[in-house]
C-alpha cells in the first residue's frame, strides 16, 4: 500500500512593479546617489577645458577683460550708453561675470548628452548627471572672474552695501536658468541636432536682449516688469545692484524673472525624464 503525502507549497509571492507616480518620477534621490559620478564628470570638465592651452586659466580672466574693453569703447565711448553712477568698465564687467556663466554652461550642457555618448550607451546612470555637471563646472570659472571684479571694485573706489548678502540669491537664479534651459536643450539635441548650431546664435540673441551693455533703466517703468520674462534680465541688474549698489533694487522684474526659472526647472525635469529612456537608443 502506497502512502502519499501531501507537502505543502510557500505561498507564492507576487511582485509588481508599478510606474512611480507625481514628484517620485524626477528620481532626484537617485541623483544623490551617484553624486560621486557627478564630482569626476564636474572636474574631468574642468581640467579637460584648460588641458595643453598656452595660457590655461588665464583664459577665465582674460575673455571678461577684452569684452569688457570693446563694450567700453563701443557702447561706452562711441555709443555713449549711459552706466548710472558706475564707470562703464565695471558696469560692463559686472553684468558679464553672471552671464558668461550663464552662457558658458548652457553650450557645455546643451550638447553634453550627444559628446558623451559613449558613457550612455555603455552603462546605467542617471541621465540628469551629464547636464548637471556641465552647470555645476562653470562655477569654477564663476568664482575666479569674481575675484577680478573685486580688484576692479577696489580700483575704482566702489564699496559694496548690505546689498551684498543678497549676492548668493542672485547666483542661485543664474544656476535654475542655465538647469532650466540645458534640461530642455540637452534633451532636444539627442532627437535633433539643430541644437548644435542653434546655441551659438541663441547665446548672441539673448545677451543683447538682456541689460548686459545698457542698463535696463532704459525702459519705462511700467514696461520693465515685462523684462523679467527673460530671467537673465533679473539676474544681470540683481547682480550689479547687489555688488555695486548701483541702480533701485531689482522688484516685480524679479518676481517675474522667479516665476520663469521656478516653470522652467520644473517643466525641464519633466520633459527631461520622460525623454531619457530613449537617449541611449538616439543619441
Do not use: C
Amino acid at each position: 500500500m502506497t502512502v502519499v503525502s501531501q507537502v505543502e507549497q510557500p505561498p507564492t509571492t507576487q511582485l509588481v512593479i508599478e510606474p512611480t507616480r507625481g514628484w517620485a518620477v524626477l528620481k532626484l534621490r537617485e541623483l544623490w546617489e551617484y553624486r560621486e559620478l557627478l564630482y569626476f564628470l564636474v572636474w574631468r570638465d574642468v581640467k579637460v577645458r584648460y588641458k595643453q592651452t598656452a595660457l590655461g586659466v588665464a583664459w577665465i580672466v582674460l575673455q571678461p577683460l577684452v569684452a569688457t574693453l570693446i563694450f567700453t569703447v563701443v557702447f561706452g565711448q562711441l555709443a555713449k550708453m549711459p552706466s548710472g553712477n558706475l564707470p562703464y568698465p565695471l558696469f560692463a564687467f559686472a553684468a558679464l561675470l553672471p552671464w558668461n556663466y550663464f552662457a558658458g554652461a548652457l553650450t557645455r550642457s546643451g550638447t553634453s548628452l550627444v559628446n558623451n555618448a559613449n558613457l550612455i550607451t555603455k552603462i546605467y546612470f542617471p541621465r540628469l548627471v551629464i547636464p548637471l555637471a556641465g552647470v555645476i563646472n562653470g562655477l569654477v570659472d564663476f568664482g575666479i572672474s569674481l575675484i577680478v571684479l573685486v580688484g576692479l571694485m577696489i580700483y575704482y573706489g566702489v564699496v559694496p552695501g548690505l546689498a551684498i548678502i543678497t549676492l548668493p540669491l542672485f547666483l542661485l537664479l543664474a544656476i535654475g536658468t542655465a538647469l532650466g534651459v540645458s534640461l530642455w536643450l540637452s534633451a532636444l539635441a539627442v532627437q535633433y541636432r539643430d541644437v548644435n548650431h542653434l546655441l551659438p546664435f541663441l547665446s548672441q540673441v539673448w545677451m543683447y536682449a538682456t541689460p548686459v551693455v545698457y542698463p535696463a533703466s532704459l525702459f519705462p517703468e511700467r514696461w520693465r516688469p515685462l523684462l523679467g520674462l527673460n530671467p537673465m534680465a533679473g539676474v544681470v541688474e540683481g547682480f550689479r545692484w547687489a555688488l555695486t549698489g548701483s541702480g533701485d533694487a531689482p522688484g516685480p522684474m524679479l518676481l517675474v524673472s522667479v516665476v520663469v526659472v521656478v516653470v522652467l526647472v520644473v517643466s525641464g525635469l519633466i520633459f527631461f525624464r520622460n525623454t531619457e529612456r530613449t537617449f541611449a537608443d538616439v543619441v
